[in-house]
């Protein structure tokens, strides 16, 4: 076996993986050397976090149900209020990437330690990216201190992520995975997760589609996601990130949707560049790794256009400007009119050639 050089740096985090682990929420906060928490969630799932804090008795110091899409700094803001009023001395965030950056966001300004309850598979709560919000502009950071302390993987949280939503957090996982794989600084560790997690969502999300209370493809499916996101917080993204955080950030368009429709054309951009290092993708997709990745997002129905978000094709313009303005590094040179003709093709929802 001929392996390159690597370095792989490990990030401490304790996961507690299984069916009803949740419920142990209360014994983590108390081996973490806790004695409160303030549980956070969105408003979509206050219900949820009620039930939680109730559930957890005297260690539980309340919930702030504020959470939204971007990390506003505002509702940051108000939750250290509710912080301060409630006591707490740690934080249960149980929702998705949106809910996990509120709790990263209260960490990055108190330090205090999380325990992450993810619901959907979008990958934020291994990572110490924080991206924020603050007058309509969005910035993102790294910073040890974000990363969460305890991650608790409950697939049976879940089973009421509308089918939908689970395809393109799905989607939004694999992309993390995909672009690991041509990663600078990949490393053998980084690729055997990438490979493990795109295999463990390429066959939990068809079934999810059909069976969304499939225990096993909800079990497969998380597995996948932890994968995922894991490599999102080890090595760089490229391309298809930074497109992504273009039309995001300039046209709000949906997080998970944007990555959903996007990944099957920023892999056949950079396939050609590097089709040995993403022969995985061809392999488990059984197809060139655009095209199995188009031919496997129609299979579960995935939004297939950028159109359908609302975008102009006036918008394209603008949008291939900005991402090429800055680039990311990339495997294959990040040239304007190729990214014009990409996104035009992601607009229409051509199948990738
Ligand atoms: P989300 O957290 O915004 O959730 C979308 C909606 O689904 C919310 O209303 C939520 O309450 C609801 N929901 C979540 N789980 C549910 C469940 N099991 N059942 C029913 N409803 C449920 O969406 P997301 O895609 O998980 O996260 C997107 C956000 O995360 C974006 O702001 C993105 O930038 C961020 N993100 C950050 C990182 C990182 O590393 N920093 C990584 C990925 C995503």
Redesign the pocket.
């Known amino acids: 076996m001929t392996l390159p050089d690597f370095t792989y740096v490990g990030h401490p985090v304790t996961v507690v993986f299984g069916r009803g682990a949740s419920r142990a929420v209360g014994e983590w906060i108390e081996r973490i050397g806790c004695r409160r928490a303030l549980v956070l969630?969105?408003?979509?799932?206050a219900a949820?976090a009620e039930a939680m804090a109730a559930s957890l008795g005297d260690r539980g110091a309340g919930v702030f149900a504020g959470?939204?899409?971007?990390?506003p700094v505002a509702v940051t803001e108000q939750a250290l209020v509710r912080l301060r009023e409630s006591g707490a001395d740690c934080l249960v965030a149980l929702?998705?990437?949106?809910?996990?950056?509120l709790g990263?966001a209260i960490a990055l300004r108190t330090d205090l330690p999380q325990i992450v309850i993810?619901?959907?598979?979008?990958?934020?709560?291994?990572?110490?990216?924080?991206?924020q919000t603050e007058g309509g502009t969005?910035t993102?950071l790294r910073d040890p201190r974000?990363r969460p302390e305890v991650v608790i993987y409950d697939p049976d949280?879940?089973?009421?992520?509308?089918v939908a939503?689970s395809v393109?957090?799905g989607l939004?996982?694999m992309a993390?995975a995909a672009e690991a794989l041509y990663a600078r600084d990949r490393n053998p560790i980084s690729t055997l997760m990438a490979v493990e997690g795109l295999r463990a969502m390429r066959q939990a999300l068809p079934v999810i589609t059909g069976s969304p209370s499939d225990a096993e493809a909800r079990t497969s499916a998380l597995y996948g996601a932890w994968l995922c996101?894991t490599v999102?917080?080890t090595v760089g993204m490229a391309l298809h990130h930074k497109i992504c955080?273009t039309l995001?950030g300039t046209f709000d368009t949906?997080?998970?949707e944007t990555h959903a429709i996007m990944l099957p054309y920023s892999i056949a951009y950079n396939a050609g560049a590097v089709p040995d290092l993403l022969a995985p993708i061809a392999d488990i997709f059984g197809a060139p790794a655009g095209v199995g990745l188009w031919d496997f997002a129609r299979m579960v129905d995935a939004p297939a256009s950028l159109r359908e978000l609302g975008l102009s094709a006036a918008d394209l313009d603008r949008a291939a400007e900005i991402a090429t303005a800055n680039p990311y590094w990339n495997p294959r040179p990040v040239e304007r009119d190729a990214i014009g003709a990409m996104l035009h093709a992601a607009w229409r929802g051509d199948r990738p050639q």
């Open positions: 969630s969105t408003p979509q799932q949820d959470a939204a899409m971007h990390t929702g998705g990437g949106s809910t996990t950056g990263k993810p619901t959907t598979y979008a990958g934020s709560e291994v990572t110490d990216i924080l991206g969005k993102t974000v949280l879940t089973f009421g992520l509308p939503m393109t957090s939004n996982a993390h996101g999102l917080g955080h995001g949906p997080h998970a």
